[in-house]
């Protein structure tokens, strides 16, 4: 039980960030396999909403017309106001996502 307390499901955490408009979007996404998880040094797709995030694990994912890589800070015990989800991430900036692939 100790190794959940400092971890969130994925749909709920994208939830809290205000990723997506409603959990149950967090969730459709998660299970189309369309999110990618970086956590200590692995990258792996994630197909389960259950899957377990924590806070220094970066998330691959399609915003907008894009795909942004999202550096998790904070886990957040609630879905609050913006500037609350704000910090609960870091967007990892275009030159460190180019770096990586080549």
């Given at each position: 039980?100790?190794?959940?307390?400092?971890?969130l499901?994925?749909?709920?955490?994208?939830?809290?960030?205000?990723?997506?408009k409603?959990?149950?979007?967090?969730?459709?996404v998660?299970?189309?396999?369309?999110?990618?998880?970086?956590?200590?040094?692995t990258?792996?797709?994630?197909?389960?909403?259950?899957?377990?995030?924590?806070?220094?694990?970066?998330?691959?994912?399609?915003?907008?017309?894009?795909?942004?890589?999202?550096?998790i800070?904070?886990?957040?015990?609630?879905?609050?106001?913006?500037?609350?989800?704000?910090a609960?991430?870091?967007?990892?900036?275009?030159?460190?996502?180019?770096?990586?692939?080549?």
């Amino acid at each position: 039980m100790n190794e959940t307390a400092d971890a969130l499901r994925i749909d709920v955490w994208l939830w809290h960030a205000r990723q997506f408009k409603t959990r149950s979007l967090a969730t459709a996404v998660v299970q189309k396999g369309r999110i990618r998880l970086t956590s200590a040094g692995t990258t792996r797709r994630i197909g389960k909403p259950s899957a377990l995030v924590r806070a220094g694990d970066t998330l691959t994912l399609p915003r907008n017309d894009g795909i942004v890589r999202l550096e998790i800070l904070a886990l957040g015990t609630r879905r609050g106001p913006a500037s609350e989800a704000q910090a609960l991430y870091r967007v990892v900036e275009d030159e460190e996502t180019e770096a990586s692939h080549v």
